[in-house]
């Protein structure tokens, strides 16, 4: 059993009760919520004749069901427009602060908390949403939930909780140039598979996770989940504190020092003991391209697609039906497969970082003939941050579609959806038959560098081909101004 | 909103609610490992504000690419209340949706041999068992169910056990033993499980946690 880590600390300070049928009432520190998940909560809640307790604990905003290219309202969709609506009415019934459209503070959910400063180390933070994990890059324990425990936040600011285990997965050296933090999760998550983290924390450490900036570390627990882990997270360091100092929501002066201090206590110690650990060199790891229909159905950009032979035998039927749905050849090689859309967002990706990345690809080239390519900044904030720098201008120059910001393509629940048969290079989570809006659409994960370079050469390609061949033309880390 | 999608039953048993001791039906198997909630309902069925009509979405995508094969389609599974699944069962999006989809159709209980974390928790606060067998067991259920889809299945929650009663087709009683985590154990067969008043209940507990964590105080008092 795990001792001594930011899990057991965090865990042991928001315990709030044993409950009859065994499991741990926990403190919920912060909570989130959005359009999709939130109004049959706010309706079990009338139900029940309950209110919100702690309205100041919840912050809202609207990111799944927003189009990208224009937010008049009402929205064209009459049922997106209930869903804000109905979100609108529910915090203003209850006073919980939206940050709605045009607000500047609007975005996807797991963008606009840590940019706001409302994420932090220690907290525990739950949200309807299985990306939630997200917030685990700053020291918080953060995790997806459904919509009758949003319903049991709202009304009791706690959840019912079981423990889980606590898996260390420490990587050592350094990343390649061109290799991404979404590069090093799709690999963790290939090489463990999609259900070893299944009852699990994944605690991220070592020598490389270190070196990784706050956005690149979100990035990486944002999948801990597609690894199974419902959880993941980093332990808070000097990276952490610089990145929220300043925030909005960060506290300042002295109770700024005492939050350090105290941050600083909450990571796992030099006697914390794990369940288990896994390591990873990351000098091995290349580009990263998913080929089947699970995130954990990755390859080298140099790969091939693995042969039935090839795979353990109980991957092998899943592996059947992702040749039949893709429509790859198991031992063809992945670059070179074309594609048909190129979409650079989401909560993985939808940051300034991301997207200085992918216009680095994209600066004095043009997206190949057929290709449609766009991208979808992660908030306003990551919008306007772009604008000033020149991104929207590169990205245009280029050929690409310079987007309002939502959850857009990651799953489709606007109007940014595949068409039949088609094939996405994607900077999203998730590779799930049907996932981006056709129920034989296709999606290949990757970086955003990476589907920056998809969308230059028409097929899935070696971004270290495209870039300078200097450590300079690796991502810089996002400045943890503004 | 879907084509030719039909609810489970013509009048499905009652949503659960209070001790769940047992669960009684027949089964339906939908079998292969990691299957997501993306598959169990697509996005599309999510745009609404009450869960009420989402059966229709329970795998929507994989029936019509199926074509009426799909177990959800195949007549004699039509009303069935037990779900046979395999490894990592719901893993993906937390979607809630996926398992009222589930109940809506008429699923009262699940076996499988593994289920994402996010989807169990959501069932258990629903009230639908998700039980857990080994990977010959699951097979063989799940073969036993192919063989003779009439068979009636008895879940008896409180002894951790399934029992295929015997048919005309197949005489003679089989069973195979379950597991479920003590906790949600306990919740289910005392009814425990939808806890909404309890948690509220802990007024005073709740209030010394809050007071114990320094950022609800801006770092002010409290800090150790």
Not at chain 1, 170 to 182: F, N, P, W
Not at chain 1, 219 to 230: F, H, P, Q, V, Y
Not at chain 1, 324 to 329: A, F, G, I, N, T
Not at chain 1, 411 to 433: C, T, V, W, Y
Request: net charge negative.
């Amino acid at each position: 059993m795990s001792a001594g880590t930011l899990y057991d600390k965090v865990w042991e300070l928001h315990r709030v009760a044993e409950l009859p049928g065994g499991a741990t009432q926990l403190f919920i520190g912060l909570h989130l919520i959005h359009e999709v998940t939130s109004p049959q909560a706010f309706s079990a809640l009338r139900d029940l004749g309950l209110g919100v307790r702690h309205p100041e604990r919840t912050v809202a905003t609207v990111d799944h069901i927003v189009p990208t290219t224009s937010q008049a309202r009402p929205f064209a969709d009459p049922l997106a427009e209930e869903m804000l609506a109905t979100l609108e009415r529910n915090c203003a019934e209850h006073g919980i602060t939206l940050h709605g459209l045009g607000s500047g503070r609007q975005g996807i959910v797991h963008v606009i908390a840590p940019e706001l400063g409302l994420t932090q180390p220690g907290m525990t933070v739950a949200c309807g949403d299985s990306h939630t994990s997200t917030h685990g890059a700053f020291g918080a324990i953060a995790f997806g939930i459904g919509t009758s425990q949003v319903r049991d936040v709202l009304a009791s600011q706690s959840l019912a909780m079981n423990k889980l285990k606590v898996r260390r997965i420490r990587v050592e050296g350094a990343l390649q140039s061109g290799v991404a933090a979404k590069d090093l999760i799709l690999h963790i998550i290939r090489m463990l598979g999609v259900k070893a983290g299944v009852g699990y924390a994944y605690e991220f450490a070592g020598g490389t996770i270190e070196a990784l900036s706050m956005e690149e570390r979100m990035t990486l627990c944002n999948m801990a989940i597609e690894g199974g882990a419902r959880c993941g997270y980093v332990n808070p360091d000097a990276t952490t504190f610089a990145y929220l100092q300043g925030r909005p929501q960060a506290p300042v002066g002295e109770a700024w020092a005492r939050a350090v201090d105290w941050w600083r206590s909450l990571a796992s110690g030099a006697e914390a003991v794990f369940d288990d650990e896994v390591v990873f060199d990351a000098a091995l790891i290349a580009p990263t391209v998913t080929w089947g229909i699970t995130p954990a159905q990755g390859i080298g950009v140099n790969e091939t697609v693995p042969t039935a032979a090839q795979l353990e035998p109980d991957e092998r039927p899943i592996a059947e039906e992702a040749y039949r749905y893709m429509d790859l050849v198991p031992g063809a090689p992945i670059a070179g497969v074309p594609v048909d859309v190129c979409f650079i967002g989401s909560c993985t990706n939808g940051r300034l970082s991301d997207l200085r990345a992918a216009a680095a690809v994209a600066k004095g080239r043009q997206v190949a003939p057929g290709i449609k390519a766009f991208v979808v900044p992660g908030s306003e904030q990551v919008a306007a941050a772009a604008e000033a720098e020149g991104l929207d201008a590169v990205f245009r120059a280029a050929g690409f579609e310079w987007r309002e910001p939502g959850c857009s393509m990651c799953l489709a629940m606007n109007p940014d959806r595949l068409e039949g048969r088609q094939i996405s290079a994607s900077s999203s989570n998730r590779n799930f038959k049907g996932r981006q809006g056709s129920a034989s659409g296709r999606t290949l994960l990757m970086s955003p560098a990476m589907v920056a370079a998809a969308a230059v050469c028409g097929h899935v390609a070696d971004v270290r081909d495209l870039l300078p061949a200097t450590p300079a033309a690796s991502p810089s880390p996002a400045s943890p101004s503004r | 909103m879907s084509s030719s999608v039909q609810p489970g039953a013509a009048s499905p048993a009652p949503f659960p609610s209070g001790p769940i001791p047992s669960c009684r039906g027949r089964a339906v198997a939908v079998v292969g490992d990691d299957i997501d909630t993306d598959r169990i309902i697509p996005a599309r069925f999510l745009k609404c504000v009450s869960f009420e009509a989402l059966a229709a979405g329970a795998f929507a995508d994989d029936r019509r690419e199926l074509q009426g094969d799909h177990p959800f389609d195949r007549p004699q599974h039509q009303g069935a209340a037990i779900l046979l699944v395999n490894r990592n069962f719901g893993c993906g999006s937390s979607r809630e949706h996926a398992p009222q989809a589930l109940m809506r159709w008429g699923i009262r209980a699940l076996i499988g041999e593994s289920f994402s974390e996010i989807f169990f928790g959501n069932c258990l606060v629903m009230g639908i068992p998700c039980l857990t067998a080994s990977h010959a067991d699951a097979l063989a259920l799940q073969q036993a169910i192919a063989t003779d889809p009439a068979a009636e299945v008895v879940l008896e929650l409180e002894a951790l056990e399934v029992r295929l009663l015997g048919s005309v087709e197949s005489p003679g009683e089989r069973r195979w033993s379950l597991s479920l985590a003590q906790g949600p154990h306990r919740m289910l067969v005392t009814g425990q499980w939808d806890g909404t008043s309890q948690l509220v209940a802990q007024d005073e507990a709740l209030r010394r946690t809050a007071s114990r964590l320094p950022y609800l105080s801006s770092f002010v008092a409290g800090s150790s």
